[in-house]
Nanobody, 124 residues
Framework: QLQAFGGGLVQAGGSLRLSCLAS????????MGWFRQAPGKEREFVAA????????LYADSVKGRFTISRDNAGNTVYLQMNSLKPEDTAVYYC???????????????????WGQGTQVTVSS
């Protein structure tokens, strides 16, 4: 139901734009989030967006460099990543909360639907 794509290999300082396409059901009234998981580490929160796009939340580690946005008509959520660093290397996952849950949450346990992940590798 959620497909993340757009990952790849980029040099430090470069940019990538991830997309998350929802299918099978609408996620237009759902909080959406991006998470990432580096090898040997737990999955961590990156960014979240309310269903209107009016409320945003970012992890401190990406604030000022990453931007989350959404296109409800296209059932797509984006993560624009600029000024990438080697420590941003991870598998990036998009996720959705259940309908009716409006808080922007940092915990993976608060998200009911997950995409398959897309690899982002930043070389130094």
């Amino acid at each position: 139901q959620l497909q993340a794509f757009g990952g790849g290999l980029v040099q430090a300082g470069g940019s990538l734009r991830l997309s998350c396409l929802a299918s099978g059901r609408t996620f237009s009234r759902t909080v959406m989030g991006w998470f990432r998981q580096a090898p040997g580490k737990e999955r961590e929160f990156v960014a979240a967006i309310s269903w209107t796009g009016g409320r945003l939340l970012y992890a401190d580690s990406v604030k000022g460099r990453f931007t989350i946005s959404r296109d409800n008509a296209g059932n797509t959520v984006y993560l624009q990543m600029n000024s990438l660093k080697p420590e941003d290397t991870a598998v990036y996952y998009c996720a959705a909360r259940k309908d009716g849950y409006i808080a922007l949450e940092l915990s993976t346990m608060q998200y009911a639907y997950w995409g398959q992940g897309t690899q982002v590798t930043v070389s130094s």
